[in-house]
């Protein structure tokens, strides 16, 4: 297919084409696809567009709260940089497999600036059978009535690992309802000691093929005893257990995290890189 000079947005008469693609790479895709296979390509519905420049077989990128690139070559990537600049950032990261991540933001930084962090080596895992770990059985769904001390841990978690309160902006209210909607859809997990939690993970995207962990926690007070390794094979367990891949990524200085998570049988299936935008 002859390429088009720009890259365009995608629209519905795509979906069986974009699928296709995230099909082909279920784990690395699996954010996006979970709101594709879920909610279709209208950038209303999905909070984002589809950018594509030939047709998606050839190139893809979710341009959203997160860009995410998912396939193309250097004059794709290119091609999505310049939309990407045409108008205000909208993004507040740029995440993906590294091939594709880094280059794209090698494009950006000269228009949009130094980015906070780039997390360059993240490693891309996935776990397809059951963990070989025990799963802790004291890590179960959380109820909606447990929202508030389990909205404290996430917020906890969310400045240890991201660096920035996610209440700044708006208070709190916008985080506050993406946690209590994953409460309600049944992928925010946890350990309580009586109002407190001890242990949290969500699956924040979960696609046909593949649940994404993210955001495990252990409290302060009780780290170094087991509960992460346990609580996250829970979590893992469950992921499987509906049939899917559990996947997460991981930043490759986390050695403890990653000694973690291969004990409990997950292994490498490629390399993801994360740069945060102020």
């Given at each position: ?13 795509d979906?069986?084409?974009?699928l ?5 790479d279920p ?23 589809l ?13 959203g ?12 990537l290119?091609?999505?940089?310049d ?6 950032r ?13 280059p ?5 930084e000269?228009d ?18 059951p963990?070989?770990?025990?799963p ?21 978690m969310f400045?240890?690992?991201v660096?920035?309160?996610?209440r ?22 946890a350990?309580f ?13 979960m696609?046909a093929?593949v ?9 302060p007070?009780y ?21 899917r891949t ?18 409990i ?5 490629g390399m ?7």
């Amino acid at each position: 297919m002859l390429k088009l000079l720009g890259a365009r947005q995608l629209g519905a008469r795509d979906r069986v084409h974009v699928l296709r693609v995230l099909d082909a790479d279920p784990i690395a895709s699996c954010m996006v696809a979970a709101r594709i296979q879920d909610l279709g390509i209208d950038p209303r519905a999905i909070n984002g567009e589809l950018w594509s420049r030939g047709g998606p077989a050839e190139s893809l990128c979710f341009s959203g709260a997160n860009m995410v690139p998912l396939r193309g070559d250097l004059d794709d990537l290119r091609a999505f940089a310049d939309r990407a600049c045409r108008g205000p950032r909208m993004c507040s990261s740029v995440v993906g497999r590294s091939e594709l991540a880094l280059p794209l933001w090698e494009m950006l930084e000269t228009d949009w600036g130094p980015a906070r962090e780039v997390r360059a080596e993240q490693p891309l895992l996935a776990l397809s059978a059951p963990p070989v770990v025990a799963p802790d059985p004291y890590v179960r769904p959380v109820r909606m009535d447990q929202l508030e001390p389990y909205l404290t841990a996430a917020i906890a978690m969310f400045i240890e690992e991201v660096g920035v309160d996610p209440r700044s902006n708006d208070g709190g209210r916008g985080y506050r309802r993406r946690v209590a909607g994953l409460i309600a859809a049944g992928r925010a997990w946890a350990r309580f000691d009586g109002e407190e939690v001890t242990f949290k993970a969500e699956v924040g995207s979960m696609s046909a093929q593949v649940g994404q962990i993210q955001g495990v926690w252990v409290h302060p007070r009780y780290r170094g005893h087991g509960l992460g390794a346990a609580g996250t094979a829970a979590v893992a367990a469950a992921v499987v257990a509906s049939g899917r891949t559990a996947s997460l990524y991981v930043n490759s200085f986390n050695h403890q995290a990653r000694r973690t998570y291969q004990r409990i049988g997950f292994t490498q299936v490629g390399m993801f890189s994360t740069v945060l935008l102020d």
